[in-house]
């Protein structure tokens, strides 16, 4: 009785496998002619099963050739008008698909793919599936104008390209063209790509491309036009420059800083200074240097008055110039301050003759 119940098992576990290793397939497949086409023909590995040949074989005219052999010593084609034309897989486990290129109108047929497996015990399994073919010639199809990442608004110096796609027996012939009014468009290439590694306004203009194969030969297929156009790179101006923390010297009258009038015959020029922290030192137009922390606002300075050479003495900072100032320091820190009020109420610039 335990006998019969192993034997039972063991048959169960062959039939499953056997199942497992059923090829896959498609009853037909179309091809164009001077094209490429694969032959589906796949199946699960199983465990125990060892793939030990593949062949694929073509009918027709109710002859039947083996084209292809895959055993122990290797792949062969044996049909010599396939040869170069077809391939099998060999680093994907299960794929036997049959793939062939340049098809030709005579390569229509019913293909068929048989497997044979080897199991532990040394018995074979054997499977096959047929697939019909059939080649036909396709005239190419109108064309159509794929733009490249950039699209056709361009910027300047940018690169670009148009590619020309259309669907067809192979080989098909590719022509491009710059439109040119009141006369025939100026050829520009014949690849599918039209490629500007760096556009430039003069390229402007309408593009069209142009196809052609073999089939219904004289017969040219023409694209719609598109216009490709420039667009300008940004220009940073003054209006858009990033703020800096330089300041600006500006210019006032006395009055509208509380100072009272003055003699019509005496000029003076008056500064501000004003805390600074972004720089080491800045140039007023005195061309003296002063640290960034003073600022100087020069006030009516309306006519050229020549001034004999004075010192200005500031946060401990010495500089000579040839105009007269009252400065005021202004600053947080207490000795700053101390001085500011100093400078304030006792120091004064006169004007020298």
């Not at 169960?12 to 497949?29: H, R």
């Not at 050739?65 to 044996?78: A, P, Q, V």
């Not at 608004?153 to 796609?165: I, M, N, Q, Y």
């Not at 007269?324 to 820190?333: A, D, F, G, Q, R």
Request: glycine share 6%.
């Amino acid at each position: 009785m335990g006998a019969v119940v192993l034997l039972a098992v063991m048959v169960t576990a062959f039939v499953g496998c056997k199942a497992l290793l059923d090829l896959s397939g498609a009853a037909q497949v179309k091809g164009v002619w001077m094209g490429s086409t694969t032959l589906p023909c796949t199946y699960t590995p199983s465990e125990g099963f060892t793939q030990q040949t593949l062949t694929w074989s073509m009918e027709r005219d109710l002859s039947t050739s083996t084209i292809f052999r895959r055993d122990s010593s290797g792949d062969h084609i044996l049909l010599s008008r396939f040869r170069n034309r077809v391939s099998v897989p060999k680093s994907s486990p299960g794929d036997a698909s049959l793939h062939i290129t340049d098809l030709e109108i005579p390569d229509s047929g019913h293909y068929t793919c048989q497997v044979i497996w080897r199991s532990e015990n040394y018995s074979l399994v054997t499977k096959e599936v047929t697939t019909m073919v059939k080649v036909a010639k396709v005239a190419v199809t109108k064309p159509v104008i794929v733009a490249g990442e950039l699209g056709l608004a361009v910027p300047v110096g940018a690169k670009a390209s148009l590619t020309c796609v259309a669907q067809g027996s192979p080989p098909i012939t590719y022509r491009w063209f710059r439109a040119v009014p009141g006369r025939s468009g100026q050829l520009l290439g014949s690849e599918a790509e039209l490629v500007w590694n760096s556009l430039q306004p003069s390229n402007v203009g309408m593009y069209y491309c142009e196809v052609q194969n073999r089939v219904n030969t004289g017969i040219v297929q023409r694209s719609d036009a598109v216009e490709l156009t420039v667009r300008d790179l940004p220009v940073t101006t003054d209006a858009h420059r990033p703020a800096t923390d330089l300041p600006e010297a500006a210019v006032t009258s006395e009055n509208a800083v509380g100072y009272p009038e003055t003699d019509e015959t005496t000029q003076k020029s008056i500064y501000e200074v004003a805390f600074h922290s972004t720089a080491d030192v800045i140039t007023l137009d005195t061309d003296v240097e002063v640290p960034v922390r003073c600022r100087k606002e020069k006030i009516n300075s309306e006519t050229e008055v020549s001034y004999e050479n004075i010192t200005m003495i500031c946060n401990n900072y010495e500089s000579t110039t040839d105009n007269s100032y009252e400065s005021i320091c202004l600053n947080k820190n207490a000795e700053s301050e101390t001085l500011v009020n100093a400078m304030e109420s006792e120091y004064k610039v006169q004007n020298f003759q």
